[in-house]
């Protein structure tokens, strides 16, 4: 997941990057340039999804991040007996951030999906428009 969200981060750096530099002026007839407000309008759209997109690959990387730190193992086997140890805490209040961090872990999960289809959804619109 850190990895597909750090390809996402690069992604958004890339959109935004292109929707910032984007030419809003069209030349007239006298040879002045004036600015197109069509173009600003999507000039500006581009920036808005560029920055979702670049905001979900940035919350994908942390939760990834997050799961990698979580995956702690609750058992293990003796070296001497070879007999499985569970491994529990003992105070409660450990207890309750373990149990904490696992539903965080799920709720980010389904969190995490939609994001990730959001800004699968905002790249294709911005391919839409671009090449009108």
């Known amino acids: ?38 173009l600003m309008a999507d000039r500006q759209n581009y920036i808005i999804v560029s920055c979702l997109i670049f905001i979900t690959g940035f919350i994908t990387a942390i939760v990834g991040i997050i799961r990698s730190d979580q995956k702690a193992p609750s058992k293990v086997t003796c070296n001497h007996c070879g007999e499985i140890v569970y491994i529990q805490s003992t105070k409660p209040s450990e207890e309750k951030y373990i149990i904490f961090r696992k539903n965080l872990g799920t709720y980010f999960k389904d969190f995490i999906i ?12 911005l391919a839409l428009n671009h090449f009108k």
């Open 1 to 38: 997941m850190k990895f597909v969200g750090l390809l996402v981060v690069i992604i958004g750096i890339i959109l935004i990057g292109f929707s910032i530099t984007m030419n809003t002026s069209v030349p007239t007839d006298y040879g002045d340039r004036i600015n197109n407000i069509g």
């Open 114 to 125: 939609w994001l990730i289809l959001l800004g699968i959804f905002g790249i294709g619109l």
